[in-house]
């Protein structure tokens, strides 16, 4: 009898020490997709500045001067690439890693089912975990919807809302957009729908080839 508890304990430490790694590992992950999006975030606004100002146009990054609005500093000089460097490797590793953060949800559930029902021997390392279009979408949407809301907000504060013609276009794809706080809350529901279901496509079609080559699932 002891034997077995002894036994059931041990294997209740294994879980427990696997957990941990898990979660070590969707850490230092989250880290290294926060690492990765923050380089290619600063480097991209980069170059573009630095491309949008030796094209040799009358008037360079015309656009591109629109980020000021949003990037305290930032404009299409020299200077400006510099600090657009900066706000976009400090933007592209705050959504990358909130980003990963949330999709990461979906790993331990999956694993707990591979563990509950015995069908990898132990090892892990054999199977193909499904994507999870519910967990995309949701980390996706997230993003892109909270980023609309807080980016139509910043508009509304500066006192320029009247003015952002540009940012009123998105009302011919989400209807009943404005530059207001209201509008902000009714563009963001939509694109966080628009972009969750195009995430659960995104993963089926992926799940679908991903297990016809022969990956092995725990579903």
Known sequence: MSENNETN?????????NRQLLYSVVRLNTLLMATVSGVIGGLSLFLI????????????GHYLNLLGIFLPGYKVSLSGAW?????????????????YRVYARSIESQVRRCIERNRVGGDLMQTTLRMSGKHLGLA??????????????WLVIRGTADESMNAMLLSNYLPGYTVSFWGSIVGG???????????????WLYNVVAFSRGGHSCE
């Not at 304990?9 to 427990?16: A, F, N, P």
């Not at 500045?49 to 360079?60: I, K, Q």
């Not at 529901?189 to 993963?203: D, K, N």
């Open 49 to 60: 500045t630095y491309l949008s100002l030796f094209r040799g146009l009358p008037e360079p």
């Open 83 to 99: 600090i657009g460097l900066f706000w976009g490797a400090v933007i592209g590793a705050f959504l990358g890693g909130m980003f």
């Open 189 to 203: 529901v939509q694109l966080f729908f628009i972009t969750y279901i195009i995430c659960l496509i995104f993963s």
């Open 9 to 17: 304990t041990l294997q209740g430490d294994d879980i427990k020490i």
């Open 140 to 153: 996706l949407g997230g993003v892109v919807s909270i980023g609309l809301v807080i980016t139509t907000n």
